[in-house]
């Protein structure tokens, strides 16, 4: 077994931690769905944090050309997987007795769950320059700051309706293209060597 297959086991591991929470969460919110006031913001964050793990997992591919790894550096790798498990964990609201308020949730724990995203973006935009693996100066650099200003945005800005749909909606049109520019195939980067 090569250094990337046994180092990303954790990487797998983790991230499948991060989507367990995130379908037993849903699961657990549709057994009590009467007691449940669901929230749309809500119920699309938990929909894209799933993307965002499946992203995340699949973007690790690029690892894969790391030569040299040292204890420091897989540490640095699991800091952004790690966010999103903590994310995940965050956005699921209790079980308590009674009735759950998911908008109320949502927004209590707003400013939590965003500046742990936006831990985790800014994570993203260094991974590629500290493991070696491309320059932090690409263009796709700009479609990451976008991202990580708009969480930070609404870490600031908890309450703010208007500001959270908004940002959800850019968020998605951000992944979506960097999916499309950056990612579409396993090993696009390696195209362009």
Not at 19 to 27: E, H, K, N, P
Not at 59 to 79: D, E, K, M, N, P
Not at 108 to 116: E, N, Q, R, V, W
Request: hydrophobic residues 55%; glycine residues 8%; proline residues 3%.
């Amino acid at each position: 077994m090569d250094a990337f297959n046994y180092l990303t086991a954790m990487v797998s591991v983790i991230l499948g931690l991060g989507l367990t929470q995130l379908f037993a969460g849903i699961g657990n919110l549709v057994q009590i769905r009467r007691r449940v006031k669901l929230y749309w913001l809500h119920s699309a964050w938990v929909l894209l944090l799933i993307v965002l793990h499946i992203h995340m997992w699949w973007s690790f591919w690029a690892l894969r050309g790391v030569g040299h790894w040292t204890y420091a550096t897989f540490v640095y790798v699991l800091i952004g997987p790690g966010a999103l498990v903590i994310a995940s964990h965050i956005i699921i609201p209790e079980l308590l007795e009674g009735r759950i308020d998911v908008q109320r949730h949502y927004f209590d724990t707003g400013p939590l769950f965003f500046g742990i995203l936006t831990v985790a973006a800014i994570w993203g935009m260094f991974i590629e320059p500290v493991m070696g693996l491309r320059s932090f100066f690409v263009p796709f650099r700009l479609l990451q700051t976008a991202g990580i200003v708009t969480f930070a945005s609404c870490a600031a800005a908890s309450k703010n309706k208007r500001l959270h749909a908004v940002a959800i909606v850019l968020i998605v049109l951000l992944l979506v293209t960097g999916i499309t520019v950056d990612r579409f195939q396993l090993g696009q980067l390696d195209h362009r060597h």
